[in-house]
Each structure stands twice: as structure tokens, then as C-alpha cells.
């Protein structure tokens, strides 16, 4: 019998020939079903570390010996001899204004007649603050120095050698294959930075322990000379760090405060105008001092928009979002960009408390109300400006509110020299009530107050 090739019955013997599975491709099946399992098992094994915690954080509180009421500063600065009348009645004039209350603190070295600002005398202020925060940090969770595996340190101004984190390693008795960094001259907003490099290292340790470090030296960064726009940060800059336990290791997820949700750092460094804002500089009297420029709130604002162009993505509602996206468009013939409410995807703002003209700007840009920003406004008021640490100072200051319940977003928004602008959203992750064991919780009822006006007469 001729069997046509194109009948019917050719074409069904063979497909019934070709599904069912002969020997070969039994073995096809078993390899695939193997590789299946055997990338399973290295997906399971090495997939990436998702989870970042913060297990817990400490702000310095110094102590009331080193407070120096608004009164004591203006004394100070016009006995210490090192400025001449109108750069004292400037000086005057601007703390007065600053939003800055009669509680904040200077480091041992600045109560001296004259300043001690000698390196000496600032790599003594980094240690104890960096010391004592950590130590908190450590017995209070009693955790065992030997079990930290990565350490990072930031001061923009101290960089001493050995290193910060050298010293740290020293005075803790850190092991030997801790992976340590120091960062300096990363400018108000390095907290941050340090926090995103912690991160990136834990996702590619497993089981690991991060501490960072944070914080600014007052001692060295006081400026003893004529010109305006570097005696500003004279009048702002206060003492105060911060020492953050972050970790990804699964019996610390039932103890965390907080899982870091997302991270988002943006520099706007590549203009000029960005660059040069915020400097460390001589003067033309060879006087070391930080100059801010006058362009300083634009600059700050283009690098706010900046960065929640990069965030809106990752937390905006979908309405809001879609509405921002085709504002940006709009944008580009009419100049306007609608800015979506960020009130609605968080529940917490930390901004930076640089100065009272820092937090309205950026209030304003994000269109946030009053309250909203009394956390930084208050840390501000009796902190002052603690440069790096200022956004963990405004979240103690909730905590020990009892504003921040379980499953809170809390946004941190830090901006500093460079130009950055950085943020970070924390989820909260435990319901414990009112604080009773941070910076803020021993006169927290007192807060908030009412920042006097000054009226020119
Ligand atoms: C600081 O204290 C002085 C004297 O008690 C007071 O007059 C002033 O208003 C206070 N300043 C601030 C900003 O609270
Ligand atoms: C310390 O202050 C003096 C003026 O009192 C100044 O000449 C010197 O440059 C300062 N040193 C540092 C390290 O800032
Ligand atoms: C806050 O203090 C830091 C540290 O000196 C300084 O660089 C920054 O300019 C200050 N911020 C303002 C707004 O003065």
C-alpha cells in the first residue's frame, strides 16, 4: 500500500509519534528538570539580599555643661578677640534670626578664651562623640563589638591618620577583617551616603552586622575673619553625630526599628553654580572658613527637584504619578512642573535642619505644612545645625512623640555641599510607643515651642 505522505493519517501517526516522549527525550526531560532544580538551589543560595534593616540608631545629647545660650555666644565672640565690630554685630544679628534656641551645645574647645581649635582638640570632640553614641548603641542591644562587620565613619572636615574608623577599630577592639571606610568632605547630606554604602555592602555580605558613624566637628570649622558669607555657618553650626546599627541578618528582622524601603542619591556636582555653592576656602586674610553662596537656595531647590524626580517613580500613588509625568512634559513649553503630594506617600519628614531658611524652602518645594516640619524646626531650636546628623535628630524628636506607629513611611531628606541631595524611606517595623531613651525624651514635653520673632528696631 502507497501511503500518501499529506493524508490525514500520516499526518496523525505523526504527531501521536512525536508526543510521545521517546528515550531521548526522556533524557531531555530529566537534564531540564535537573538544571531546573540546580538553579533553584543557586538562586535560593546566592540570590541577592533584599532586607535592610536598622536594628537601632543614637544621636549624641551633649551634656548641659557645653550648652551656650544665644547670650553666652555673642559674649564669647566679643571678648574671644578674633573679630572686629561689624562681623560681631553681623554674627549677633543672624542667630538671632536663625531659628536657633538657647540649648544648643559647643564642644569644650569653643567655650575656651581664645578657641582651642587646635587638631588635637577636634579629634577629641569626633571621639567622644562617636564613642558614646556607639556605646549606647551597643549596650543597649548588647551587642558584642566582635560580631561587626562592616564599619563606616563620616566627618567632612577631620580626616586624621590613622583613620576615623582606625580609631574606632582601636577603641573597640573591632576584628580583624572588618571592612572599614572613612569618608570626609562629603558635606551635610554624607549621613545618607553612608547609609547607601552600608547597604550596598550588606547586599553582597550575608549575615552581616554595619555600623556607621556620623557627624560633623564643630571645633575645627569655626572661621575667625571678616567675610560675611563665610561667617553664616559660624552662627548655625552646633555639636552633635549620629551612630546607626543597620543589619541583614534574619534574627535581627524581629528587633529592627525600621527596613530601609528605598535610597535615592543625586548629585548635581557637574555645574558650577552647584559646585562652588558650599566650599571650604581661604580668605583673602589666609583665614580657613566655609563659604556659602548667595545662589544657595536655588542650587538647593534644582537638586531637591532633582531627586524626587528619581523617587516619585518608586513611592507616588499611580494618579499622582501620571499627573507629574505629564506635568514634566507640559513642562518643557509652559515652565511650570506640578509638584505631587508627597504629604500623601509618607507619613513622617525628616528634612535637614541646616537653618530656618533651609527647611521652608524646602517645605515649600514639596508643599508641606507647618506641622510636617516641627520635627526639624524643633531640632533646629534646640540642636541647632549638626550638619550630617540633623534628619536622625528630627526622628527621635517623633519617637519620643510617639507619633511613629508600626508600618509608618518616614522620609529623611538631607542636602550638603557637593551639591546633594539625598533620601531615604524607612518603614517602621515595631509598635513601641513613646521613647523614653533617646536625645530628645528628657524634656520632650517641653517641645514644641514657640521660636521667638525678632523685630527690627
Ligand atoms: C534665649 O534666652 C533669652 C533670655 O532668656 C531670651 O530673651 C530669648 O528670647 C531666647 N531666645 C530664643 C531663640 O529662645
Ligand atoms: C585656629 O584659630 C586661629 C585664630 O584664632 C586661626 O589663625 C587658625 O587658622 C585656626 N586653626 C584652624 C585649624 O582652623
Ligand atoms: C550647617 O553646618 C554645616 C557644617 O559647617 C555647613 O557646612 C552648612 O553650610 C550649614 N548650613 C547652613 C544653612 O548654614
Redesign the pocket.
Known sequence: MVVDPSSPLTQLTQLIQTSIPSTHHLHLLAAATTTLILVATLFFTYRPIKHVYLIDYSCYRPPDSLRAPLSTYIEHISISGAFDGPSIEFQKKLVERSGIGNTTCFPDGLHQLPDDNSSKSALLEVETIMCTTLKDLLTKHQIDPTTINILITNCGVVCSTPSIAAMIINRFGLKSDVRSFHLAGM??SASLRAISLARDLLRVNKNSLAVVLSM?AVTS?CYHGKEKSML??NC??RMGGVATLLSNRKQDKSIARYMLQHLVCTHTGSKDTSYSC?VQEVDNEGLVG?R?SKDIAQVAGDAVRTNIRSLGPLVLPYMQLMRYRWSVIRSKFWGTIYVPTFRMAFDHFCIHA??KA?IDAVGHVLGLVDEDLEASKMTLYRFG?T?VSTIWYSLCYMEAKGRVKKGDSVWQISLG?GFKCNSAVWKCMSDLGPRVDNAWSDRIHLYPVEVPKVVDN
Open positions: 558635606g551635610c560633623e570649622n553664616v555657618s548655625l553650626f558650599i566655609v556659602i541646616g537653618g533651609v545645625n550638619s555641599s
